[in-house]
């Protein structure tokens, strides 16, 4: 038996990568995970290659690019994403980079869970759970690690504030197997997560921050496990946004920016939300008939990633370029795991419809920290977050979109190592 398979079977040696204060359990037993995707790369790009688009643009069609979100990705953008694939994407070089994290399975409920977990170090660091959505995955949380996990710093500020990091792929993502059962939901996510970390890696109480679906689990966490999940940041809410009627009748003034954004909520729902309504209702259509079809991925999901995003994307803090799109959609082909992620639309139709605040407020006095970016595609004024939970910070950056992990990196972790301010230790 080598070494890293000792890792977590004796996790009092001190193999498992946990903080000092971490004490896993016996009862699971998660394992070092390597990514070998690249015996399945031939085959997606001699299909790249053999896709062929039309040669020009219908004349009905509009290049939305952030401004209307009215038709989706254009055929130019969509022609050059695929030449970047073939030409200068390399997917063994990011599978090598991707691999000098820490991976690990292990087996919650039926479900095989992977999960980065990197350490600080720090006996003060903070344990804290890092959920994505769709079409996003782990990988778009990855560029906080360098800004949360630094190492020989003293907890109680903003500033100095250290986190034991936990990325996990949610079920049906990427590496994690898909649900076991029909039904399966946000709230049975958060269940198993809320395993992960105090059973599995040990935490008597750790953070959550939460994006997209990832805020859904997150909030379920919140809400469910109150003892243990002792603050949350989020740039999204599993509620319904509020309309500019319901904004209005309340008497709340927005900033320009603010005004912005919330504009940005009524173009996606006038004309940008087809996809989910077709993945709530019909995910076997869009995910069979985009299975095998890697560029019909990349229209799908890259359209996402553009339309919802920065327009200065790639830009100043943002590190969402072409390449990142590529390398996302690539996960989701080579691990075959676009139908089952789109499935969790239809196992949670109500998620993000409840729209009446009045008795939302989550069972639990831990600090909710909040977050709007600029671009985002749901927009929820200060006081209908504080509805739904202890809110003691709430801020608008005006550079970033729906994905801040990759579009504004910097920023996000900052707002995150607020929650020191509010930790107790």
């Known amino acids: 038996m080598s070494p890293r398979s000792l890792t977590f079977l004796f996790p009092a040696l001190g193999l498992f990568r946990l903080s ?7 009862q699971f037993q998660a394992k070092p995970f390597e990514i070998n995707l690249s015996d399945r790369v031939p085959h997606m790009i001699d299909l790249i290659k053999n896709t062929k688009l039309p040669s020009i643009e219908l004349a009905a069609a509009v290049d939305s690019l952030n401004e209307t979100l009215s038709t989706g990705i254009s055929l130019q953008t969509l022609k050059d994403l695929k030449e970047e694939w073939i030409t200068s994407f390399n997917w063994d070089e990011e599978q090598a980079s991707i691999n000098k994290l820490h991976h ?17 170090g720090n006996s003060n660091a903070i344990p804290i759970i890092l959920l994505h959505g769709w079409p996003g995955s782990f990988l778009e949380l990855t560029p906080l690690i360098d800004l949360l996990v630094p190492t020989s710093q003293q ?9 034991d990091v936990v990325i996990p792929s949610l079920p049906g993502f990427g590496f994690s197997s898909p649900t076991p059962r029909k039904g399966w939901s946000g709230h049975d996510t958060a269940r198993v997560f809320n395993t992960l970390m105090t059973q599995v890696l040990g935490y008597e109480r750790y953070a959550v921050h939460g994006t997209d679906w990832g805020a859904d689990v997150g909030y379920s966490m919140y809400d469910q496990f109150n003892a243990t999940v002792r603050a949350l940041h989020l740039n999204f809410l599993p509620f319904g946004p509020p309309t500019p009627a319901d904004i209005a009748a309340k008497n709340i003034t927005l900033s320009p920016g603010e005004a912005f954004t919330e504009q940005r909520v009524v173009d996606w729902e006038n004309s940008g939300n087809g996809y989910f309504i077709e993945q709530t209702t019909k995910p076997n259509d869009i995910g069979l008939a985009l299975y095998d079809n890697p560029v ?15 327009p200065r994307q790639g830009t100043g803090p943002s590190l969402l370029t072409h390449n990142e799109i590529l390398l996302g959609v690539s996960l989701y082909y080579l691990t075959d795991s676009f139908v089952s992620s789109v499935y969790m639309y239809n196992q949670n139709p109500s998620a993000f419809s409840q729209t009446n605040y009045s008795n939302a407020k989550a069972q639990t006095d831990a600090p909710l920290l909040y977050t709007t970016f600029k671009y985002n595609i749901g927009f929820w004024p200060k006081e209908y977050v504080a509805a739904v939970g202890n809110l003691v ?11 801040p992990g990759l579009d504004n990196p910097t920023g996000l972790a900052d707002d995150i190592k607020d929650i020191g301010k509010y930790w107790v230790y």
């Open 155 to 163: 907890n109680g500020t903003a500033s100095n504030t250290t986190f």
């Open 104 to 120: 690990y399975t292990v087996n919650i409920e039926g479900i095989d869970i992977h999960f980065v977990h990197e350490v600080s």
């Open 20 to 26: 000092a204060n971490a004490a896993p359990t016996q």
């Open 296 to 310: 019909g991925q990349l229209a799908w999901i890259g359209a996402k990633f553009i339309i919802w995003s920065d």
């Open 393 to 403: 910070s709430y801020k608008f950056r005006d550079f970033g979109g729906h994905f």
